[in-house]
C-alpha cells in the first residue's frame, strides 16, 4: 500500500495507474476508520482495479470548533485497517495542502441542502462539497463510494456530480451497524458507557418509523409522533430533528409515496448522532 500527502504525488500515481488501463475507486473519509468505512473499501476493491482512500478532516464542513478540534484521530489504526483491507493507496494531505492560503472558491447548493442537518449545521454541505469537489479533481476516479448512513449527503453528492457533469458514478453502500443496531461512527468514541447504552435509543425509534410504513401507516404526523416517543423515553438523548421527507429531493411531503427518508438526530450529552431509513412506498 502507497500513502500521499501531496495533491502532486497523488496525481503522478493515478496517472500512471489511468495509463496502464486501471480503474480507480476512490472512498473519501475523515478517518478514525471503521468497519463502516471499511465496507466501502471493500465494495470498491471489488469492483475496480485500484482502490485509493482519502483521509482529511476537513475544517470547511465544521461549524463548531469544538467538533472540530475533538474529532478523533488514529492515523496508525487507520493505516493498519487500510493495508488489511487491500487498499492500493491513502491520500492523507494537511490543511494546508488542500485549502492553500487565498482559497476563495466554494460548491453552494441550494434545496437540497436547505433541509435536515442543512438546518441545524450552517455551511456543513458548502464544505463537505467544496472537499470533495476538490479531492474528485485530484483523485479522478471512475466510481466513489458513500455510506448511507449520511444519507443526505449521499444524495447532495450525487445531485452535485450529476449537475456539475463530473465523469464519475457516485455508489452509494448500507449503514454498518453494532451488534445493539447503533450505526457505527467515529463520533461514537465520545460517548461514555452510561451514554453508549442511551444511544441505541436513536436506531430503535428509526426501525420503529420503517416498521411502522411497512405494515402500513400512511400517516407521517403518525409515524414521526411514534419516533419522537420513543426518543424521549430516553433521559440522556435530546432530539435534534425527527423528519419524513422526499427520498430524492429532501424535501418534505404531504403524502408518503414513492421514496421516502426518514431520518432522525439527536444529542447525547455534547455527540450528535444522525441515522436514518429509506423506503420505497
Ligand atoms: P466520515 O469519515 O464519517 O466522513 O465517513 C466517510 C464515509 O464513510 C462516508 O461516505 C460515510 O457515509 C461512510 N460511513 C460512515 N459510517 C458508516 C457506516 N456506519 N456504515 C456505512 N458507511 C459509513
Redesign the pocket.
Same mark, same amino acid.
Given at each position: 500500500m502507497k500513502m500521499t500527502r501531496t495533491i502532486q504525488h497523488t496525481r503522478e500515481q493515478i496517472k500512471s495507474w489511468k495509463k496502464d488501463g486501471y480503474s480507480i475507486g476512490f472512498?473519501? @473519509?475523515? &478517518?478514525?476508520?471503521?468497519? &463502516?468505512?471499511q =465496507?466501502?473499501m471493500e465494495k470498491s476493491i471489488q469492483e475496480n482495479d485500484k482502490t485509493v482512500v482519502s483521509i482529511f478532516v476537513n475544517p470547511m464542513q465544521f461549524d463548531n470548533p469544538d467538533d472540530l478540534k475533538n474529532y478523533p484521530i488514529n492515523p496508525l489504526a487507520d493505516m493498519e485497517l487500510c493495508d488489511k483491507a487491500g487498499v492500493d493507496l491513502i491520500f492523507s494531505p494537511g490543511v494546508d495542502e488542500v485549502y492553500e492560503k487565498g482559497f476563495c472558491t466554494f460548491v453552494d447548493m441550494s434545496v437540497l441542502t436547505e433541509e435536515l442537518c442543512g438546518k441545524s449545521r450552517h455551511n456543513h454541505f458548502r464544505g463537505v462539497c467544496t472537499v470533495v469537489n476538490k479531492l474528485f479533481n485530484i483523485v479522478a476516479p471512475d466510481f466513489a463510494?458513500? &455510506?448511507? %448512513?449520511?444519507a443526505q449527503?449521499?444524495l447532495v453528492i450525487k445531485k452535485m456530480v450529476k449537475d456539475l457533469n463530473m465523469d464519475l458514478e457516485i455508489v452509494g453502500?448500507? @449503514?454498518?451497524?453494532e451488534s445493539d443496531g447503533l450505526? %457505527? =461512527? =467515529?463520533?461514537n468514541t465520545h460517548l461514555n458507557p452510561e451514554e453508549r447504552k442511551a444511544a441505541t435509543i436513536l436506531s430503535k425509534a428509526i426501525f420503529e418509523g420503517k416498521n411502522l410504513i411497512e405494515s402500513g401507516e400512511r400517516n407521517i404526523e403518525k409515524v414521526v409522533a411514534a419516533m419522537k416517543s420513543i426518543l424521549q423515553t430516553e433521559p440522556l438523548a435530546k432530539i435534534d430533528y425527527v423528519e419524513i421527507v422526499d427520498g430524492n429531493t429532501v424535501q418534505k411531503i404531504e403524502t408518503l409515496q414513492g421514496s421516502v427518508l426518514g431520518q432522525a438526530a439527536i444529542f447525547i450529552g455534547k455527540v450528535r448522532l444522525i441515522d436514518n431509513f429509506i423506503y420505497e412506498v
Open positions: 472512498v473519501p @473519509t475523515m &478517518g478514525y476508520l471503521h468497519e &463502516g468505512h =465496507s466501502l463510494y458513500f &455510506g448511507q %448512513k449520511d449527503q449521499l453502500c448500507p @449503514t454498518v451497524r450505526a %457505527k =461512527s =467515529s463520533r
